[in-house]
């Protein structure tokens, strides 16, 4: 058993966000916390340890999920859930994914402080896993408690040190049976509370994001084949140039984007040369394409169409193209009744907010095709997320919490 600190009183959620962020803090200053590794069994721990301090009921599951309960008297069997994930991208920042989750414990131990216990059951989560930092497989929290992720997923997957994925869950004591299976299905709804990860809210004004949709996500590994020759010895009209043909596709694709609709977003992310050689033409190029938009008819005309044109400047070009579609994630709508519970308390409240797409994945998304579920951001100063400048102001990290409290109450009490 690992060992962590003992509880401490903490009241607000940036007091909370900086206490767990000490779990796996780099020098930089960010936070490190992959799936099972000690960082991430570390804070699971003191999370544990705060829930019951919170008066909860903590409890883990087979797969690694943590929970709080806070018990219902008279509706036990239809949970309402809230929560976020634990684990982080490398060096990371402090409050993706952390925030919902200590914003979940002090919204359950202010509400029962002040009301009492519920009439219905409310359970806030930590969620293992959903960033696919350590292993190449993302949602695994939310995806073993919806059934959409199985034991078949992880047969093959290694980390980058060789550690498969059954030996990293094993060896922090997963996986084995000794904790409750994972799949619910005893959920009524799932409301999440996040950083908005990009800059819209910070330059509207606006303290509260209200999501509508999270996009839909698609993407590639697109392969162009050309061939090797002498950097200095074969004249420009003679060449096969896969970088050429690369980049001229990339500029297609952000060119025919940015033309097609304002909420469109299609990015390379990632290309890899061979031989990567200064003094030779490259014989070989992947890079990755990233589409991403809320209606998935438009999302399909795009890709079609794209990848078509590429295979017609590739024919130009006399190159070879291969496209792998690799993930294809729908869009997925957010519980229209929900969303309107919450606009409702902003309203009265006149605190200023607005309906927007969220173009980053959650877990939302997965607990969105199975139960009603609401997702909530505060605004990322600049944007910046998934660095260690990622930063909320306290105020808007409370203005939060506060929401969260208000609409499980009218959910629950």
Not at 93 to 119: C, E, H, N, R, T
Not at 137 to 159: A, C, F, P, V
Not at 221 to 226: S, W
Not at 317 to 324: F, K, N, V
């Amino acid at each position: 058993m690992i060992k962590t600190d003992p509880p401490i009183e903490m009241k607000t959620a940036y007091e909370m966000t900086e206490w767990l962020a000490r779990y796996g803090q780099t020098e930089r200053g960010g936070v490190t916390r992959l799936l099972y590794d000690q960082k991430w069994q570390e804070a699971q721990q003191a999370l544990q340890k705060e829930m019951e301090a919170a008066g909860l009921v903590s409890y883990f599951d087979d797969a690694g999920n943590l929970y709080g309960r806070l018990e219902g008297s008279e509706k036990t069997d239809a949970v309402i859930l809230t929560g976020s994930h634990i684990d982080t991208v490398a060096d990371g920042g402090k409050y993706d994914g952390a925030y919902g989750i200590v914003a979940g414990i002090l919204a359950l131990k202010s509400l029962f402080k002040q009301y009492g216990q519920p009439k219905q059951t409310i359970e806030v989560v930590s969620l293992c896993e959903e960033e696919g930092s350590r292993f190449p497989l993302t949602y695994w929290g939310s995806g073993n408690i919806t059934g959409l992720r199985k034991e078949e997923h992880i047969q093959e997957l290694k980390d980058s040190s060789g550690t498969t994925f059954t030996e990293a869950m094993n060896a922090a004591g997963f996986g084995l049976g000794h904790f409750r299976k994972a799949k619910r299905d005893d959920l009524d709804c799932f409301i999440e509370l996040h950083i908005e990860q990009g800059e819209v809210l910070e330059r509207e004004g606006k303290a509260v994001g209200v999501v509508s949709h999270i996009v839909g996500q698609r993407r590639y590994n697109v392969t162009i084949t050309g061939e090797s020759n002498h950097a200095g010895t074969t004249p420009m009209t003679y060449r096969k140039d896969a970088v050429y043909t690369a980049a001229v596709l990339t500029q297609t694709l952000i060119e025919r984007a940015k033309k097609t609709d304002l909420d469109l977003v299609a990015t390379v992310g990632r290309m890899e040369i061979k031989p990567n050689i200064p003094n030779v033409i490259a014989r070989e190029v992947v890079f990755s394409v990233d589409i991403r938009h809320s209606e998935e008819p438009l999302l399909e005309s795009f890709s079609t169409a794209v990848f078509e044109t590429f295979e017609q400047i590739c024919q130009v070009h006399q190159t070879g193209i291969h496209i792998e579609n690799w993930m294809n994630e729908k869009p997925v709508p957010m519980c229209q009744k929900l969303s309107a519970l919450s606009t409702d308390i902003l309203e009265r409240e006149q605190i200023p907010y607005k309906v927007m797409t969220s173009g980053a994945g959650h877990d939302s998304q997965v607990f969105g095709q199975y139960v009603p579920t609401s997702l909530l951001f505060v605004p990322s100063h600049r944007g910046i997320s998934h660095s260690p400048d990622e930063y909320t102001k306290a105020e808007d990290l409370e203005q939060g919490v506060q929401l969260l409290k208000k609409t499980l109450y009218e959910l629950a009490y």
